[in-house]
């Protein structure tokens, strides 16, 4: 069972991330862009991000999610903390951090573990267009 | 936010006017405060409010008066049922039948039997929800001394072939109980009629106040049931404890406002169904859960695939309704009675059970339609391009 009962027990944080995601969407893949995926819609979460990356700075984030309102949320946040930074913003993002602004019931942390997936695999991936 | 539309009537009614106004007499009646045990006059006025309310139970199940046992709700009366049953009965066997989508209130304590020694058979009903009397012929044994089923699905409201069931387990001479949570006073019950022996109904499913309830105990052959609750021999001493006047007059005059305002209710609350479902019909990729038509007027369960279903509820925030049954309302856990029809945990985790009721109105399923089809829009677009 979730922690979560009711709506009243997401934080406003969650709600607002959740009814409207400013990066909720993808980009076109051009040789500045990097996507990766992680989850699956069968075990309830699922993610794709899309960087787009020039001179090691994340000038857009975007992605795309399917599971409960606290992962869309998450995936919102994580698309905030890195649109306009450094792809080394990347690299320190924690989901603990995530997971305690948002009030995340532990019992969901398998789904934040999803977004370490996809931010690291970024970090390899928006590397390599760095190199390119 | 100004709207919000209740659409979970199956979880509990709102009470109705006409019942807050005869408990509100009942509490500010100072001769009716009396204890209805007691045998001064207080006691006896009060003791005349309960038993009309009896009457009025029994007549909308077809039983006498004296048949009715009260109770604080149909989770007591189903445990009063079968923990009451298989332990008076023991002796004569220790095998007892149900199926996988009953409420948690028979499973939990179908549950706790097996773990005192009994064997109990859960019945898959098909992928319609529909458990087959002859499913249940075929599993009754020697040591059969119950069989368990709900009469209305909570869930997914598909309505169960009682009078059959009853029927053969006369014959079989074995024990029948009905969960009749979510069609007493909804559809005609005649307990005599349809061989049942015991039957469980609550009073907050039907307009009435929640805290009670009442268990049907066949008394013509006289039928044997241990105490759960032992005390002052209240019940004929089947359930102890001082009798709430107030609530069960509320449950009385529910029952008999039901019974005759049923037809019209059902009449239009299928009206109001069936243009929600056609409403929500124009959104691709959706499917209906349970039977087409053995089923309720009052709910719709229906399956949205590629939405994932605590996110649906909680951004329907002008809808006050639930995925499943209220005790799994927020669980990211897929629905037991969906599975059991066969559908796939991300199906049954996308599921909304949308219930009317005698306060539903069209514009009220008109809002319901236009929220479900942009959120459903909105979330299949976050999600549109995961695996």
């Not at chain 2, 309720?296 to 909680?314: A, K, M, Q, R």
Request: glycine letters at 8%.
């Amino acid at each position: 069972m979730s922690d979560v009962t009711s709506q009243f027990d997401y934080l406003s944080m969650v709600m607002a991330r959740f009814l409207k995601p400013c990066h909720a969407g993808s980009l076109a893949l051009n040789s500045d862009t990097v996507s990766t995926q992680a989850g699956s819609r069968q075990h309830g979460a699922s993610i794709r991000l899309w960087l787009q990356v020039s001179n090691r700075q994340i000038v857009r984030a975007r992605f795309q999610a399917y599971g409960c309102p606290h992962f869309i949320a998450a995936a919102e946040m994580l698309c905030e903390c890195v649109e306009g930074k450094s792809v080394d913003a990347l690299q320190a993002w924690r989901w603990q951090v995530t997971e305690s602004e948002l009030a995340i019931p532990a019992s969901k942390r398998r789904k934040l573990l999803l977004l370490e997936d996809v931010a690291r695999q970024a970090i390899v991936e928006a590397q390599k267009a760095v190199i390119a | 936010m100004n709207t919000s539309i209740y659409l979970d009537y199956a979880a509990s009614t709102p009470i109705d006017p006409r019942v807050a106004m005869r408990m509100q007499e009942c509490l500010s009646n100072f001769e009716l405060q009396g204890n209805p045990s007691s045998t001064h006059r207080f006691g006896h006025a009060a003791r005349e409010v309960i038993e009309k309310a009896r009457q009025q139970v029994a007549g909308v199940i077809g039983a006498k008066p004296v048949e009715v046992i009260w109770t604080s709700g149909a989770t007591e009366s189903n445990n009063l049922a079968l923990f009451g049953a298989a332990r008076y009965y023991a002796d004569r066997g220790k095998h007892i039948i149900s199926s996988k989508t009953e409420h948690k209130a028979v499973l939990e304590p179908l549950k706790k039997l097996e773990k005192h020694g009994f064997h109990v058979t859960y019945l898959k009903p098909d992928q319609n929800g529909i458990v087959h009397p002859d499913q249940i012929r075929d599993a009754i044994t020697p040591e059969t001394i119950l069989v368990s089923l709900m009469h209305v699905n909570n869930e997914i409201g598909v309505i169960q072939n009682i009078g059959a069931v009853g029927s053969l387990c006369r014959k079989r001479d074995v024990l029948f109980h009905v969960d009749a949570a979510q069609s007493a006073g909804r559809l005609p019950i005649n307990v005599h009629e349809m061989n049942i022996d015991l039957l469980s109904c609550t009073a907050h499913k039907i307009y009435g106040p929640k805290g009670i309830g009442a268990l049907f105990v066949r008394r013509h052959p006289v039928l044997g049931l241990e105490p759960l609750i032992i005390g002052g021999g209240h019940e004929h001493g089947l359930r102890a404890g001082t009798l709430p006047t107030h609530q069960i007059a509320g449950f009385g005059l529910a029952m008999e406002l039901a019974l005759n305002e049923r037809d019209t209710d059902a009449i239009r609350m299928s009206t109001l169904r069936d243009k929600l479902w056609q409403g929500l019909q124009r959104i691709p990729d959706i499917e209906l859960n349970g039977h087409d038509s053995l089923r309720v007027p009052t709910i719709l369960n229906v399956s949205f695939d590629g939405v994932e279903g605590e996110s649906l509820l909680l951004a329907l925030q002008e809808l006050n309704l639930s995925a499943g049954a209220a005790c799994s309302t927020g669980s990211d856990e897929a629905s037991y009675v969906l599975r059991a029809l066969g559908r796939s945990d991300q199906q049954a985790q996308s599921s909304l059970r949308f219930s009317l009721g005698r306060f539903t109105t069209e514009q009220e399923i008109d809002i319901a339609i236009a929220a479900v089809t942009r959120e459903v829009t909105r979330l299949r677009s976050i999600a549109a391009d995961v695996p």
